[in-house]
């Protein structure tokens, strides 16, 4: 409900291109996407004139593709990738996403995670983000391929 009414806000009154400082204090990771025109979500099965909020959370999924698992960090200085980390972040323990359509903006997801990730150095983003198709690696195996 929160990330509603935040997705509603953003688009009414913000425009999604400011965020407030403040929830930053309450330890909240923040992911915003936005598909321009503004189409309705979808009710149901894809079809398209309409948005599903699977195609925001792959948006940001797909940017694993620039994240480099052996080092912990971006493949290129200009490679987004920090959605994906977000997304996949081990020590988050809540998520909320929230919907809503702005006429300016179009269709925008907002999604909402406590304790906030994407913090630290790269030793933080190997033991947060998970090898790719396995598990975390153990503290002592991070700690030994920092050596």
């Known amino acids: 409900m929160v990330c509603r009414f935040w997705g509603s806000y953003l ?3 913000l425009g999604v291109l400011l965020i407030c400082l403040r929830y930053q204090c309450l330890c909240l ?8 025109p503004a189409v309705p979500k979808c009710e149901g ?17 797909d940017e694993v593709k620039n994240y480099d ?7 290129t200085r200009s490679g ?3 959605h994906f980390s977000q997304l996949v972040w ?13 006429k ?6 907002v999604a909402r995670y406590r304790p906030s990730g994407n913090e630290g150095g790269f030793a933080e983003f190997i033991r947060n983000v998970p090898p790719e198709g396995g598990k975390l690696k153990k503290i002592f195996n991070i700690v030994t391929l920092l050596l």
């Not at 698992?69 to 493949?75: S, V």
């Open 29 to 36: 990771g923040e992911n915003l996407a936005y598909f321009r």
């Open 90 to 102: 081990a020590n988050t323990a809540e998520l909320g996403v929230g919907t809503a359509v702005s």
């Open 11 to 13: 688009s009414d009154v």
């Open 45 to 61: 099965a894809m079809v398209d004139n309409c948005v599903n909020c699977r195609e925001m959370i792959q948006r940001w999924y």
């Open 80 to 82: 987004p990738y920090k």
């Open 104 to 109: 300016l903006y179009g269709f925008i997801t």
């Open 69 to 75: 698992f052996d080092k912990g960090g971006p493949k």
